[in-house]
């Protein structure tokens, strides 16, 4: 187990360190298109070598990176173009505001959809089993704008019960939170749940799944005890790899509902071209990707010690 550990936190060190030289190649290459970035475009090339010079930007290419690659170690990304504010004091309220947004989504979408999927697996070909894909398959089918505008139509227009956005502009609101996490968990729950029920139907088809139920076992003895900890171990993957669509993938979301998260810090640093926020949210979603497939490597071993990876 200590081995398996420590390969994969190799492995994740090498691919941090593979990714963010491509990604320090990619933007700071190019000396003067950088000094360009932050004196602005009507800057002279007198004064962007000027600037160069000062900021170490002449010295070669991997001494840079080197520093650059420790800088960002200790949190320190520069400052932002567009926010004129070093970019680590708009980095983590950010990044905690989506931890948030994730967490509130887990706490409901995980059980719900283990205990849909399970249910749905355990009699396949059933009633309840198709009527649970059905629902699935629907609301995985609607994108997130049209069930954002749907669910504002209703709820806001409609009803009145909800605002219409989560700006959190008089501090932290829950209600606030209602109807970001209720599109997030309409999008990706009947995922889960189809995943989780494909597993389970196949667990529950298995041979040693048989005998146990014509030893007359009980019937949730065998669920709980021997079909359900196989039959998770697809959907663990599956629920793992959401924590990097839950960083990048909720912009949707984050920008509908002018909701002040890491998604939408770095739509807006794209369109305005702030070159040391981009650095800083790759870095970050590069690290969370390579550490969801580290806890699901782990996972996968906890689930099922057989499993072993080389």
Known sequence: MLILILRRLGSMVLIMLVVSLILFAIFETDKLAVAGKVLGPYSSTEQREIWLEENGYNQPFFTRYVIWAGNAMRGDFGQSLQLKVPVSQVLWPRLANTGILALCLFAIMIPLSLFMGVLAGMKEGSFQD???TVFSVLTTSIPEFASATLLTAVFVFGLGWLPGTSSMTAGFSFKELVLPVLVLLLYDF?????????????????QYIRTAILKGLPYQRVIMRHALRNALIAPFTVIVLQLNWLLSGVIVVEVFFAYKGFGKLLLDAALFGDIFVIEACTLVAVFVAVASQFISDIGYTYLNPRIRFS
């Not at 995922?191 to 529950?204: D, H, L």
Request: charged residues 20%.
């Open 130 to 132: 198709r009527a649970i």
């Open 190 to 206: 009947g995922y889960i749940t189809r995943m989780t029920r494909a597993s389970m139907a196949e667990v529950m088809n298995s």
